[in-house]
């Protein structure tokens, strides 16, 4: 008795202590002035658990690491005999399979087209086809490079993200920066995507998972639950930026991609005034397009908070260089991906709204999956470890990517320096699958390579057989517009076309580049001095494109100015004629259908 009654004791001193370093340490973190004691103390262990977690996954990833091809072969053979049973495995052989070297000598290199078929089987309600598994979404692809493809997504898979890439680059971002370790709620802006539904009821559409679905998860977003429903993209921004600007301490703005940052802080600039009167009078703007229900459940939420909306009316009224730091003092970080041609909108970012406030690209992923991880989050330049767990990886030197079937080096055997055509092998029923992203190696972690996102393999341009790739030509882009901003001259945006596409207007009969520019100040009648400028320095980019415009075979490049608002009208244009979500959707820096050429040509008749 005396022994049960010290156990009692010695545990429940235990208890009270942990629970007394509880309230002390939430009590000396930073905290959003929209917390609730409950929401407080969700937000505080959900990041005390994400964080060992994390510390446990990056551990693991060290060790996976240390071994790349122990682990790659390993992860290859569990799900060859997973998926077996499977249509696909038996067709392929699966049980007989023993080893990479097995694997890589029976199986084709893949590309979407192989799989439509046995996907539509899936769609229409049939199992045991290419996975063991039933999907829990049929995840559409955002179709930057040509059609969207369909690719099916277990639950296995979502959780594998989460664990191998979501909770390690948290346990990142805390090692990098400390001072996000705090109780400040994030801006998450995140538009729900349409589904339909297939036979068997699954989801088709983009392989989002909303905020709303776990409440530990919404517990550190600014938005409530109630803006996460509304479907309208423009009304649902709105409020999250209204939700976001009545909280001062909050801490972090986190979305897919950096142009989603950018298209917030303009669309902000373009609405502050009546969003602070909706803070004024703690209602939301009536005239936004939103369902009475959503609507009651928003305001409900929203108080009068006169201080806070004249705090923010000086603030705005200042101008909006630095704006973000200045509306909200303790942001720490913003959090999207801004590597490839995303890097204009995280210089554009950085030079004007968010002066002062570092920038994370934590992870390098796609509908297929998880890709890689970013694990120095402080770093300018953007390298990811390729994950050894979460695909089996094959790599294709650049130089043989015109090739049906050509030959695939390991992980382990990357080179420094070397250009490569990933090839995956994911857990969702895809098997040497060419899909499209071509990377750098720029290191190794361990054995693992270390790796820089280059560009889509459809974003080329190439009338002779140059190959001029989207990273080639944003290079240039960038040297141009550095100079242009010595006048005062800022690029907004911009995409290009091979001439070809242009079907009228066109004075060079050989064939060459159209740029379609939109410009800040820029000057009409000037679009050959422009076209000039960044001819010359895409001729010391690109070498073989050079070597083209000497021997005269490719005609100067040729630069529309667009009208303000163009590519904004552009981004409805592309979300009306695909499956992508606003939250996936990448506008095409090279495009390949003449009706997106014909957009922009229309607008210049305007």
């Known amino acids: 008795m005396g022994l049960g009654r010290k156990i009692f004791t010695g545990g429940a001193v235990m208890l009270c202590t942990g629970a007394a370093y509880v309230v002390w340490d939430i009590a000396k973190k930073r905290k959003s002035d929209t917390h609730t004691y409950r929401s407080l103390l969700d937000q505080y262990l959900s990041y005390r658990v994400f964080s060992i977690v994390g510390r446990h996954m990056r551990r693991k990833l060290e060790r996976d690491c240390e071994n790349v091809a122990a682990v790659q072969e390993e992860v290859l053979l569990q799900r060859l005999r997973e998926h077996a049973d499977t249509a696909y495995g038996r067709t392929y052989r699966f049980a007989d399979v023993t080893s990479r070297e097995d694997y890589r000598g029976s199986h084709p290199l893949t590309r979407y087209e192989h799989y439509r078929e046995y996907v539509e089987r899936m769609i229409a309600g049939e199992e045991m086809v290419l996975t063991a598994f039933k999907p829990i979404v049929f995840g559409t692809t955002s179709g930057t490079s040509g059609k969207y493809s369909i690719i099916p997504m277990g639950q296995k898979q979502r959780v594998n993200f989460f664990l191998q890439g979501v909770t390690v680059a948290l346990s990142s971002m805390l090692e990098g920066f400390p001072e996000s370790d705090n109780l400040q709620k994030d801006l998450k802006i995140f538009h729900m995507p349409h589904f339909r539904e297939?036979?068997?009821?699954?989801?088709?559409?983009?392989?989002?998972?909303?905020?709303?679905?776990?409440?530990?998860?919404?517990?550190?977003?600014?938005?409530?639950?109630?803006?996460?429903?509304?479907?309208?993209?423009?009304?649902?921004?709105?409020?999250?930026?209204?939700?976001?600007?009545?909280?001062?301490?909050?801490?972090?703005?986190?979305?897919?991609?950096?142009?989603?940052?950018?298209?917030?802080?303009?669309?902000?600039?373009?609405?502050?005034?009546?969003?602070?009167?909706?803070?004024?009078?703690?209602?939301?703007?009536?005239?936004?397009?939103?369902?009475?229900?959503?609507?009651?459940?928003?305001?409900?939420?929203?108080?009068?908070?006169?201080?806070?909306?004249?705090?923010?009316?000086?603030?705005?009224?200042?101008?909006?260089?630095?704006?973000?730091?200045?509306?909200?003092?303790?942001?720490?970080?913003?959090?999207?991906?801004?590597?490839?041609?995303?890097?204009?909108?995280?210089?554009?970012?950085?030079?004007?709204?968010?002066?002062?406030?570092?920038?994370?690209?934590?992870?390098?992923?796609?509908?297929?999956?998880?890709?890689?991880?970013?694990?120095?989050?402080?770093?300018?330049?953007?390298?990811?470890?390729?994950?050894?767990?979460?695909?089996?990886?094959?790599?294709?030197?650049?130089?043989?990517?015109?090739?049906?079937?050509?030959?695939?080096?390991?992980?382990?055997?990357?080179?420094?320096?070397?250009?490569?055509?990933?090839?995956?092998?994911?857990?969702?029923?895809?098997?040497?699958?060419?899909?499209?992203?071509?990377?750098?190696?720029?290191?190794?972690?361990?054995?693992?390579?270390?790796?820089?996102?280059?560009?889509?393999?459809?974003?080329?341009?190439?009338?002779?057989?140059?190959?001029?790739?989207?990273?080639?030509?944003?290079?240039a882009l960038k040297s141009a517009k550095t100079a242009w901003a010595d006048t005062g001259v800022h690029v907004v945006d911009y995409c290009c076309a091979e001439s070809v596409l242009v079907q009228e207007g066109q004075a060079d009969p050989l064939p060459h580049y159209v740029l379609f520019l939109e410009l800040q100040n820029g000057v009409k009648g000037q679009e050959k001095q422009y076209a000039q400028q960044l001819e010359d320095c895409l001729r010391k980019t690109a070498y073989m494109y050079d070597r083209c415009r000497t021997q005269g075979s490719i005609g100067p490049l040729v630069v529309h100015l667009m009208p303000e608002g163009c590519f904004s009208e552009y981004r409805e244009h592309l979300l009306s004629n695909t499956m992508a979500g606003s939250n996936q959707l990448k506008v095409p820096r090279v495009m390949k259908r003449r009706t997106d050429v014909d957009f922009m040509m229309d607008r210049l008749k305007e």
């Open 198 to 475: 297939s036979a068997a009821g699954i989801p088709i559409g983009p392989n989002s998972s909303s905020p709303a679905n776990s409440q530990a998860m919404l517990n550190l977003y600014s938005t409530p639950k109630p803006g996460f429903d509304i479907m309208s993209e423009r009304e649902a921004l709105y409020v999250h930026l209204l939700f976001a600007l009545k909280d001062r301490n909050l801490g972090i703005i986190e979305a897919n991609f950096s142009f989603r940052v950018h298209t917030a802080l303009v669309m902000m600039e373009a609405c502050w005034e009546q969003i602070v009167t909706d803070i004024e009078k703690g209602c939301v703007d009536p005239n936004l397009d939103i369902e009475d229900d959503i609507r009651a459940a928003l305001n409900q939420l929203l108080k009068p908070d006169l201080g806070r909306a004249q705090e923010l009316r000086e603030e705005f009224q200042k101008g909006f260089d630095g704006i973000v730091r200045r509306v909200w003092p303790f942001m720490g970080l913003i959090l999207a991906t801004d590597t490839g041609s995303f890097d204009l909108y995280r210089q554009k970012l950085k030079s004007h709204y968010c002066k002062g406030i570092p920038m994370y690209s934590p992870i390098y992923g796609a509908t297929e999956g998880l890709v890689g991880v970013n694990i120095w989050p402080s770093d300018e330049e953007r390298h990811y470890i390729l994950c050894p767990r979460s695909m089996v990886f094959e790599l294709i030197p650049v130089d043989s990517s015109d090739q049906d079937q050509p030959d695939t080096l390991w992980l382990e055997q990357a080179q420094l320096g070397g250009m490569y055509e990933l090839v995956i092998t994911n857990a969702g029923g895809l098997y040497r699958y060419r899909f499209g992203d071509v990377v750098k190696v720029v290191g190794f972690y361990h054995k693992c390579p270390v790796i820089q996102f280059m560009y889509r393999q459809g974003q080329m341009l190439n009338v002779r057989g140059e190959k001029t790739s989207e990273d080639m030509f944003y290079q």
